[in-house]
Every structure is written in C-alpha cells, then in structure tokens.
C-alpha cells in the first residue's frame, strides 16, 4: 500500500464488561478498557505517550495520565464528531504515529449509556443534555425543542421519510439489519442480547416509536467502555494496519432542516478519500462494521460509501446477504443495536479481532480486509480500512 | 410538566420570534451581499459580513418532509401523541422545523403546498403548517 496512513497498525484491543446497569463511574470504565487494551498488547500502561479521548466524555486526560500511571504523555487529542469521533480518532492517533509526535497510542471512551443517560426517561434535564450534545444548541433549544423535536431518532426519521419517498424504499430492508445483528449476537458471549435470539415476527410486533422507526430499529442503552492502541506499524507482531482513515461532514452540518440536499453524510466524502487512499474499493471488504445507532443508519452509509447508488440499499442487503455467510457480513458482533452501545469503539475491536482471525464462532473465513465506520451528529462521518 | 418554549432574548434569534408574535416570519439578511442567513451563523458565508439586518419571507411554502412522532421522549408532549414534525420550504435556502396539522398521515404528499398558522401553547406563539386550500 503507497498511503502514508498504512504506516500505523491497531496492536491491542480490551473492553470493560457490556452491561445494562453498573457501579462504576464512566473513567472507570475506561480505565479497565484500557488495562485490558495494554495486557492485549503485553505492553505496561505507564509505556503509553499519546492519548485520544472521542468526544464528548466526561473525564480529562489527566484522570488518564493517573489512572493508568502513564509517566511521559507527549500527545493528547479530542475527536469531536459525536458517534463517529471514535473512528475519526484513529486518524488523530495515525497522525500523531506518522510524525513522530507519540510512539504508542491510547484511544479509550465509554460510558454509562443505561445507568445515566437513558433517553426514555425524559425531563427538563434531558432537553439540556441533548441539546448541549449536539452542534449548535440554541438551534435546539430555540427552533426545535419546541415542537417536540427532541431525540436523534426524530431527526433521523425526518430524512428516512424523505429517503422512502423519494427512493420508493422497501422498508422490510430495516428490520433485515435489526435480525442481522441480533442473529450475530447470539454468536458472541459479550452481546448484551446473547441468548435472545429475534425472528421477523418479533420485528414486526415491536411498537413504532417515530414512523417508520420501531424500537427494535434502535440502538441498545449500555454501560461499557472500549480501549485502542495505535503504533508504528512492524513494532509488534500481529499489528492490524490502517490502511486508510477519514473524517467527514455533511453541508449545513449543525442543521438537518436547512441541509440543502437533506440526505446528504459526512460519510460521502470521507469513504472517497479513505478508499482512494488506500487504493481500495467498497467490493474489496470482506466484513463492514457499520455505525448502527438506528438500522435506517448502517443503509444510508452503505449507499453513501458507494456499496450501491441512493436508494437501492434494500435491494442490495437482499441480494448479496448481510447475515454471516452472505456476501457482505455487516455487524458481525451484533453493533450498537445487540452488542452494546460503546460509542462505535466496540465496531473497532472487533474488526481488529476479524482480521487476527480471532472470532471464533463469528470468524468471517477468511478475512483480509474490512471496514469499520463512524456516525455521529447530524450526520458527520468517519471510516477507516483496515487489513492485516 | 410545562412545554419548553423558546427563550426569545436569544440575541440571534430574538427577531424570528418577534416576528412570530406578529404573525411574520422573518430570518436574517446580509445586510452586504442580501444572502438569506438561515438560520442565523457567526457571520455571511458567502461574504463575511457579520452585521445583519431582518428579511420577511413566504408565510408559506412547500412539504420537504415529515415525521409522525408515536412516542413522547419530554412529558410535556405526552397528551399531544401523535402528532408530526415538519420541514417546510419557503423560500430558496429558507426552511423551518415546524408541525404538520389538518392532514391524515395516508394524505401527506413531499412536495405539497402548505400555510403557516401561528397559534399560542404553552406560553409561546408557535407555527404549525397546514395543506393550502385550493384558491387559498
């Protein structure tokens, strides 16, 4: 590979336990994510010297510095680009590799998405934390709140509208995605959803909660961390490399209403530049960890990432399979919607664990070369190729 | 629990909702190059001007799109269950986030003409769009 990127490899992963209620506080969490991510690489925490937090976290870098006994941090970042900030932050952890700032570096985030932040509970509480969670707040609390436009599944469900009825979308192509990852669930001991197996069925009887959404189209709540290193690459045996990485934004990317092609993601143009990079192309990936904040999300990225054109997702889903031993394994750890909601770091650890070979009962034969996005916001991007 | 309603000393947005009370929609204006500065940014994205004046728009426009909200995720909106999210086009570059009244879902049509109606809840004065009668 000729991009400078492929310069830096993924040589440890970890995770703290995925659960729906805990004790810990959000740092330690991470913390644990984090040993676990060093004892992965058989490397000593105080040895890491450059650290990226995705955004939005409630800890600093120095609840880091001290809690892993880190001796000489030459490097620290925030990726902010809300759900995808844990994909843009491999390319703050690649920068730093390839110039030479840092030599080792600790992506970790997590949080108690169950235990304190659940979106069903409502409150004045929650308009000011969604607000403040997004880009622009007083758009959100002026123009928006009012109406009772509140939650992401509301935003997103104006553009899905929009996508059905311009694309004529057959929506049983959303709860294609929903069986999919539950299915990969039952697959993985660290699913949350591990031994609740779905059927179309239970899809289909599952309550809508803004049209054409239902609960089951939606993402879990969990509390969880997960815990990256990045290196040169050749500094360790079994490195993953990253082929390429990118960020990207849609037009008017504060504001869904006023976005002048509403279907528009940040994702379009990241993807063009990630594969241009790295001299690849969307028939070249062997699995795809797509962003499944909603199962109408992980379809828009694969039209904008240039699997197929705008509109023919459905169509694509049904014809090449997303399920493990179909054409195009998507999820393969259950995501967002049955794994656990980690902020997208748990996508990454487990694209790491494909290429290793490692997945077990999961393993997609003979892996090479997958994919893993970001999505986050009003539609902001990231994606990195990956390949061992 | 009260509805949230917009805080209209917001300095940028102040004019849209005194606009409102007057049944008017008005959005902000280069007062340089006269580009529509919706909604409201730092500064004119297409010539820098920070400075800006208040432009009236359409009170109508057309249907870009919807959303029929089944479930309230703020107690305020419970009673009101459901209702539909809206984003009406009035003008080039010029949409609202507002609320879809007197259609069945099974009519609702992107593209369709619709009217503002400004009406009070909860203590803000509020637009809801509803289809355009023909000849209205």
Not at chain 1, 48 to 67: N, S, W, Y
Not at chain 1, 139 to 161: D, K, M, S, T, W
Not at chain 1, 176 to 202: G, T, Y
Request: proline letters at 7%; one cysteine or more; hydrophobic letters at 40%.
């Amino acid at each position: 590979m000729t991009s400078p990127q492929a310069g830096a490899s993924i040589t440890g992963v970890g995770e703290s336990a995925f659960t729906r209620g805990t004790s810990h506080s959000e740092l330690q969490l991470c913390l644990k994510a984090a040993r676990n991510a060093c004892l992965d690489r058989e490397c000593p925490p105080e040895s890491l010297d450059g650290l990226v937090i995705p955004g939005g976290r409630k800890f600093r870098v120095e609840d880091v510095v001290t809690g892993l006994g880190i001796t000489d941090l030459r490097f620290s970042s925030r990726a902010e680009l809300g759900g995808a900030s844990s994909v843009a932050a491999i390319g703050h952890a690649v920068a730093a590799i390839v110039s030479g700032l840092a030599t080792r570096v600790l992506i970790v985030g997590g949080w108690r998405g169950y235990s304190d932040r659940r979106l069903g509970a409502g409150g004045d509480d929650l308009l000011d934390k969604l607000a403040q969670a997004f880009p622009a707040p007083e758009f959100r609390r002026q123009l928006e709140h009012p109406y009772g436009l509140i939650v992401p599944l509301q935003y997103y469900a104006l553009q899905a509208n929009r996508w059905i009825r311009e694309f004529e979308i057959d929506l049983s192509a959303l709860g294609a995605v929903s069986l999919a990852c539950r299915s990969h669930a039952q697959l993985n001991d660290k699913a949350v959803m591990k031994d609740r197996p779905l059927a179309i069925e239970d899809y289909l009887a599952s309550p809508i909660v803004s049209d054409p959404f239902r609960v089951l189209d939606c993402c879990l709540e969990t509390d969880g961390a997960a815990a990256l290193i990045v290196e040169e690459s050749g500094r360790t045996a079994g490195g993953i490399r990253v082929l390429a990485v990118a960020e990207g934004r849609p037009d008017s990317p504060d504001d869904i209403t006023n976005r002048p092609d509403m279907l528009d993601l940040g994702i379009a143009k990241a993807a063009g530049r990630a594969f241009d990079s790295a001299g690849l192309g969307p028939e070249d990936m062997d699995f795809c960890e797509l962003y499944d904040c909603f199962t109408f999300v992980v379809l828009r990225q694969l039209e904008e990432m240039g699997f197929c054109p705008r509109g023919e997702s459905p169509k694509l889903v049904a014809e090449r399979g997303i399920t493990l031993g179909g054409k195009l394994p998507v999820n393969t750890h259950g995501g967002l919607l049955s794994e656990a909601h980690v902020l997208g770091l748990n996508h990454v650890t487990e694209a790491v664990r494909q290429l290793r070979g490692s997945c077990g009962a999961r393993q997609v034969d003979g892996a090479r070369l997958g994919l893993v996005t970001g999505y986050g916001d009003f539609g902001d991007g990231a994606i990195a190729v990956m390949g061992r | 629990m009260p509805r949230p309603v917009p805080a209209v000393d917001a300095p940028e947005l102040a004019g849209y909702w005194e606009g409102v009370a007057r049944q008017v929609l008005q959005v902000p204006q280069c007062p340089s190059c006269h580009a529509l500065r919706w909604p409201p940014r730092g500064a004119c994205p297409v010539c820098g001007v920070v400075e800006f004046g208040w432009a009236p728009v359409p009170a109508a426009g057309t249907l870009h799109s919807y959303a029929v909200v089944n479930r309230a995720f703020h107690p305020a909106f419970a009673g009101e269950i459901p209702y539909t999210l809206c984003v009406t086009e009035v003008a080039p570059g010029v949409r609202f986030l507002g609320r879809l009244v007197g259609v069945a879902d099974r009519d609702i049509e992107l593209g369709m003409p619709v009217t503002a109606e400004f009406a009070d809840a909860g203590g803000a004065r509020l637009v809801y769009w509803r289809p355009t009668q023909p000849g209205g």
